[in-house]
Nanobody, 125 residues
Framework: QLQASGGGLVQAGESLRLSCVAS????????MGWFRQAPGKEREFVAA????????YYGNSVKGRFTISRENAKNTVYLQMNSLKPEDTAVYYC????????????????????WGQGTQVTVSS
């Protein structure tokens, strides 16, 4: 089970940190991803991290502003979001993918096995 939190209402240029806590499993065993979905739009890949070793991936719209990280001792994955823009407004979801995912599968929401409930991020201009 995944529990996402940390969303809120901020102004453009500010920062937020989202957290995704896994219960009943260890995040180090899964490829972990963040996706977002704005009203009327498809779910969009934001960031992902491999189960172990180096390997983080970012969507083009967030590259250089967002950072995904994992704290195994807390069984938590984070998404640090800096320089937020109004177009970042969406519901953000964390997800877990079992096995030994490759980059292409980490970018594809259909390949994920477990999803959190989502947390709303609203950025005002």
């Amino acid at each position: 089970q995944l529990q996402a939190s940390g969303g809120g209402l901020v102004q453009a240029g500010e920062s937020l940190r989202l957290s995704c806590v896994a219960s009943g499993s260890t995040v180090s065993s899964y490829g972990m991803g963040w996706f977002r979905q704005a009203p009327g739009k498809e779910r969009e890949f934001v960031a992902a991290v491999r189960p172990s070793g180096p390997g983080t991936y970012y969507g083009n719209s967030v590259k250089g502003r967002f950072t995904i990280s994992r704290e195994n001792a807390k069984n938590t994955v984070y998404l640090q979001m800096n320089s937020l823009k109004p177009e970042d407004t969406a519901v953000y979801y964390c997800a877990a993918q079992s096995g030994r995912p490759i980059m292409s599968s980490l970018l594809d929401p259909r390949r994920y096995d477990y999803w959190g409930q989502g947390t709303q991020v609203t950025v005002s201009s």
